[in-house]
């Protein structure tokens, strides 16, 4: 199984990296760039407490480790159950400033600011579509072993 989790944080280093050099050029877009800069780096430091290690988790059980009771998948999982709603928010704002920019560049083309919108929504589109499900089942499994080694213990 592909480790989802290191591919995810390749694409979160490339995206911030050409979200911060499009928001400093002179290209017209620059302040919507800014935005989607600000709101991008907010957004991943819930991504890299939830789903970056939920991901771990999925890869650790499918590679047949046996992972005992771990605080730090706990908290992962109760983040996200609690983070969820707000995340998936920040992503359709994300989809309406992405929007906002493909209108611009009807006007003014630019191939390589096309091509950030593109990543940047295909980002979104993977982790809504396949990631945030896998890391919501895992944070389903690891709280449901944690009550019930809370039942066994009683
Ligand atoms: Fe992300
Ligand atoms: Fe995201």
């Known amino acids: 199984m592909v480790h989802q989790s290191s591919i995810l944080d390749k694409e979160h280093a490339e995206l911030l990296e050409q979200l911060e050099d499009a928001s400093l050029k ?16 907010v957004h991943l430091a819930k991504e ?20 005992g009771e771990d605080q730090n998948y706990i908290n992962a999982g109760e983040k996200f159950r609690k983070d969820y709603d707000k995340m998936v928010s920040e ?9 906002k920019v493909e209108e ?8 390589q600011l096309s091509r950030l919108v593109g990543f940047l929504l295909e980002h979104i589109e993977l982790e809504e579509e396949f990631l945030y499900p896998s890391a919501r ?18």
């Open 137 to 154: 089942m895992a944070a389903k499994t690891i709280r449901l072993e944690h009550e019930l080694k809370g039942m066994a213990v009683r």
């Open 104 to 111: 611009k560049l009807k006007v003014h083309p630019n191939a």
């Open 91 to 99: 992503h359709r704002k994300m989809r309406d400033l992405i929007g």
């Open 26 to 41: 002179n290209n017209g877009v620059s302040e919507l760039f800014k935005e989607m800069h600000s709101k991008f780096l």
């Open 48 to 67: 890299n407490e939830t789903i970056l290690p939920l991901l771990s988790y999925v890869k650790a059980v499918s590679d047949g480790k046996v992972i």
